[in-house]
Structure formats: structure tokens, C-alpha cells
């Protein structure tokens, strides 16, 4: 197999900008917006503390006051991304974005969708916040735009979920994907290299099992240790080691080698906030690990899907 041309990148993976370039012939740009949603595994509905790695702040505009609408959230962000793309997604990041009530939920994204330029909506939730009246609700959406829902997952092994307190495991992801897929809805799931207690086994497992899901977009990022989580804890007092540059350029190429081709690749790298970040510290350098993944394929002679085995139609995952 060679690199597929219908990329059109000059990159050894199918990211996202190219994607939406292919799809809709011009530059399209996610906009961030905070719509005021908490989460159920940090309210007590579903645990308390969250995710080990959740600052639990929400983001800037947050945590600078009273969130403004979601009118003006898109207004701004178009007005800093306008330069340089002409469409817009919506992007519900903040906390769980399908945590509330179905008709509370169609009045923000309806909200969203009425603004010029915005051609869809993405829609960060988990995987045991999707009733059958919110996929409902997002089907329906569509029909006429386009539809991400992105689902935190990190891994596929429980034993990991629990030691993270994701607060669900592996079978309500895949209840959740199951209930999601052929209703021409995009799903992209987020994973973390470099968990507690993962071996490089593990990794790939959780890749090879994505691989033959029907999953359309992917996230990756490493583990980050961040001051006042229950993992900046873990890693002050030297519980837990953080995954070196190494072996997380090297590890996220193997993953890389064993999705199918045409998944889409939305994130390679994350940071955290600058006042609170402690570990690891070349995840503080984005360009940097993006140019060793790309130098490390490069090496390799190799790019995303060269090692993707399509798989028979009867998967037994376990
Ligand atoms: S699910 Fe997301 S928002 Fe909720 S605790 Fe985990 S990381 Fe934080």
C-alpha cells in the first residue's frame, strides 16, 4: 500500500485541516465555545473528582466570569480565525456537552447552527450521556449540517478506566458507538498514550480495536500532570512516571500505522494551561512533537494505515 492520494497533504497522516479542505473545498475552523455545561463525573451523578487528569476549571472565558452568549462566543472566534478560513464548526467543548435536558440542548446548538458561516456542530460529550432523545436530536441535525460527536475513551481496558475513574468502561463506549453509527453522524473518539500502568501492548490494542469500529475521526494526546488534579499529585510525589518524548513520538506512530487510512486525525498533541502545568514538560512544545512524529514516519517510510488490517465483519473484541 502506498500513501493514499486522496489526502492531498504533504503530511503522513489524514489531519483534519485536509479533510475539510477535500470535503467542503475551502478552509473550515473550529470554533470553541463553553455553553456552561458541567460533568456528571464531577457533580456526583456519575463520581466525584473526575477524570484524575481534569483541572475541572472549564475554559478561559470561564473562568473569567459570566460566559457570554453563544452568539458572541462564535462572533469573536470568527473574527480571529475569518483570516484564514471562510466556515466554521461549533465546537460544545467544555465539560459534557449533551449533560442537560434534550430541549435545553437544542436550544444552544439551533442557537449555533443560526449563525452565518456555520456549517455544523461538534459535540464533546461521553459515552454514558447519550440518550436515544439526544442522538435523536443530533441525527436530525445531520440530515442538513455537518455532525461531529467526540467521545472521551482514553483506552479500551477497564482496568485503566477505573484507575483514571473515567466513570464508565469499555462496554458503554461501544453501546454508545453502536447506538451512533449509521445515523450520518461523524464520531471521533479521544485517546491518551502514556496511562498509568499501560503497557505498549496495551496502546495498540486500544488503536487495532478503534481501527475496526465505526469511528471516523480520532484525538491523541499524552498523559499531562496537571498542578491541583489527582494525577499532578500522583506525579509530585513520584507515583506515577511520565512517558518521554520517545516513546510517545514512537508510540503514536505505531498508532498511527494501524488505523484505516481515510480516519481522520483531529489532534496529535495537547498542553494544558501554561499557571498549572507541571508534566511533561516537552508536551509544553506542540510544533516540536508534531515535527518528531512526522520526522519519525519519515524514518520509518511509513504513514498512517500502512499497518491497517481490515478486519472480518464479526469482530470479537474480548
Ligand atoms: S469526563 Fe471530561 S469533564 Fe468530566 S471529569 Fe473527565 S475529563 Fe473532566
Request: aromatic content about 10%; proline content about 4%.
Amino acid at each position: 500500500m502506498t500513501k493514499p492520494s486522496f489526502w492531498k497533504n504533504n503530511k503522513r497522516y489524514y489531519d483534519l485541516k485536509s479533510y475539510w479542505r477535500n470535503l467542503f473545498g475551502c478552509n473550515v475552523h473550529k470554533l470553541a465555545i463553553d455553553a456552561g455545561f458541567t460533568c456528571p463525573n464531577r457533580d456526583g451523578h456519575v463520581a466525584t473528582g473526575g477524570c484524575i487528569y481534569c483541572d475541572g476549571r472549564g475554559s478561559t472565558l470561564r473562568q473569567h466570569g459570566e460566559l457570554p452568549s453563544i452568539a458572541d462566543q462564535i462572533a469573536s472566534g470568527k473574527k480571529y480565525y475569518k483570516p484564514s478560513a471562510s466556515k466554521f464548526i461549533a465546537y460544545f467543548q467544555t465539560f459534557t456537552n449533551t449533560y442537560a435536558p434534550v430541549a435545553g440542548l437544542q436550544a444552544l446548538y439551533d442557537d449555533a447552527l443560526a449563525q452565518e458561516d456555520i456549517i455544523g456542530l461538534s459535540t464533546g460529550t461521553r459515552p454514558d450521556c447519550l440518550g436515544s432523545d439526544v442522538i435523536e436530536l443530533l441525527s436530525g441535525y445531520a440530515k442538513k449540517h455537518h455532525i461531529w460527536i467526540e467521545l472521551g475513551l482514553q483506552s479500551i481496558h477497564d482496568k485503566t478506566l477505573q484507575l483514571i475513574n473515567r466513570g464508565h468502561n469499555f462496554q458503554q463506549f461501544l453501546d454508545a458507538v453502536t447506538a451512533l453509527s449509521g445515523r450520518g453522524l461523524n464520531i471521533c473518539v479521544h485517546i491518551i498514550i502514556g496511562l498509568p500502568g499501560e503497557s505498549d501492548e496495551d496502546v495498540l490494542k486500544t488503536a487495532k480495536t478503534l481501527a475496526a469500529l465505526p469511528i471516523q475521526g480520532i484525538k491523541i494526546h499524552s498523559l499531562l500532570a496537571l498542578d491541583g488534579t489527582p494525577m499532578g499529585e500522583l506525579y509530585k510525589n513520584g507515583s506515577i512516571p511520565m512517558i518521554s518524548k520517545e516513546k510517545y513520538v514512537a508510540l503514536t506512530a505505531d498508532v498511527l500505522e494501524v488505523l484505516p487510512p481515510e480516519m481522520v486525525i483531529q489532534r496529535l498533541t495537547a498542553d494544558g494551561y501554561r499557571d498549572i502545568f507541571l508534566a511533561p514538560v516537552w508536551a509544553g512544545n506542540k510544533l516540536d512533537v508534531l515535527n518528531s512524529i512526522n520526522k519519525e514516519l519519515e524514518r520509518r517510510d511509513s504513514y498512517q494505515g500502512k499497518n491497517y488490517l481490515v478486519v472480518p465483519e464479526k469482530v470479537t473484541f474480548f
